[in-house]
Nanobody, 127 residues
Framework: QVQLVESGGGLVQAGGSLRLSCGAS????????LGWFRQAPGKEREFVAT????????YYADSVKGRFTISRDNAKNTVYLRMNSLKPEDTAVYYC????????????????????WGQGTQVTVSS
């Protein structure tokens, strides 16, 4: 069973950048498809990005496409979310999630498809 811990959140001005990290322990990291989700105040948690086990396949929500980049380092047991050109509407608690997967190419975009979650890290974008 994998445990996930996010870091890297904070306060940034609109147009700025942040890189979130999510470190994993307790499992074979390369066996998991990974995703980032976010939850803004008063809203439901929503999908942001996902990456396959091999890192060869990624998928993004339309709202972040072209601005955010998901990546993973299986040797460091870490998944990253690079966020550029941040907007006030990106303000949310960001969560990483993991799901055990046999396929090296599959990605997951739905919350219910993930079994393991981190505690979240706050990202606040000021205007």
């Amino acid at each position: 069973q994998v445990q996930l811990v996010e870091s890297g959140g904070g306060l940034v001005q609109a147009g700025g950048s942040l890189r979130l990290s999510c470190g994993a322990s307790g499992g074979t990291f390369s066996n998991y498809v990974l995703g980032w989700f976010r939850q803004a105040p008063g809203k439901e948690r929503e999908f942001v990005a996902t990456i396959s086990r091999s890192a060869g396949y990624t998928y993004y929500a339309d709202s972040v496409k072209g601005r955010f980049t998901i990546s993973r380092d299986n040797a460091k047991n870490t998944v990253y979310l690079r966020m550029n050109s941040l907007k006030p509407e990106d303000t949310a608690v960001y969560y990483c999630a993991a799901e055990l997967m046999t396929s090296w190419r599959t990605v997951r975009t739905r919350e219910y498809e993930y079994d393991y979650w981190g505690q979240g890290t706050q990202v606040t974008v000021s205007s």
